[in-house]
């Protein structure tokens, strides 16, 4: 599977961005999508995970209330929206797949390349 992820790039603190991932080699609609970030020196980290039908989203305590993931199973797209940056959210962040939620979540299958997201005045 290939994921190919877009929409980083410098944003002010309380500013929004809406990162995408396209995906194509293998079956879109019956996988779990999410997103992972990562600083330089730090391990990544999850952050938003949605269901293969959309219903159940999933996220780190840090973004609840300021990100929404989404996707377009007929587009093979899923959505990052980022509300009220902050810039403790710049980080290299990343699109994964998976088969289930708790993969997904703590160690997806298929990675996508990262999107740089910059949040400075």
């Known amino acids: 599977v290939q994921l190919q992820a877009s929409g980083g790039g410098l944003v002010q603190p309380g500013g929004s961005l809406r990162l995408s991932c396209a995906a194509s080699?293998?079956?879109?609609?019956?996988?779990?999508m999410g997103w992972f970030r990562q600083v330089p020196g730090k391990e990544r980290e999850f952050v938003a995970g949605?269901?293969?039908?959309?219903?159940?989203?999933y996220y780190v305590d840090s973004v609840k209330g300021r990100f929404t993931i989404s996707r377009d199973n007929a587009k093979n797209t899923v959505y990052l929206q980022m509300n009220s940056v902050k810039p403790e959210d710049t980080a290299l962040y990343y699109c994964?797949?998976?088969?289930?939620?708790?993969?997904?979540?703590?160690?997806?299958?298929?990675w996508g390349q990262g999107t740089l997201v910059t949040v400075s005045s």
């Open positions: 994964v797949a998976a088969d289930a939620v708790m993969v997904v979540i703590t160690k997806p299958d298929y």
């Open positions: 080699g293998r079956t879109f609609s019956n996988s779990v």
């Open positions: 949605i269901s293969w039908n959309g219903r159940n989203t």
